[in-house]
């Protein structure tokens, strides 16, 4: 599950788009953060947490996060190691 931020006003108009319809077809663009309503043209930005995007965008769960920065973490505990 995804959690993200749609302003009323949009969710409000969406719906209203989509009681028009029988079927509706959406399309979710992540990398742009928006839902798209294909039938009406509606289309609607959404906020999300950027660390779940770029996971999500790059097909990382959390332990696949924290590897590829592995390097960034690594000089890190030597800088504080340093200072001590």
């Given at each position: ?25 959406i ?36 332990i ?21």
């Amino acid at each position: 599950m995804i959690c993200a931020s749609i302003a009323v006003k949009d969710v409000e108009k969406c719906i209203e788009s989509l009681e028009k319809v029988e079927m509706a077809e959406i399309r979710i663009d992540l990398a742009e953060q928006s839902l798209y309503v294909i039938s009406s043209g509606e289309s609607v930005r959404f906020e999300i947490n950027p660390y779940k995007k770029e996971c999500l965008m790059k097909g990382l769960d959390d332990i696949d996060y924290l590897l590829s920065i592995k390097n960034s973490i690594t000089a890190y505990e030597f800088r504080n190691t340093l200072k001590k």
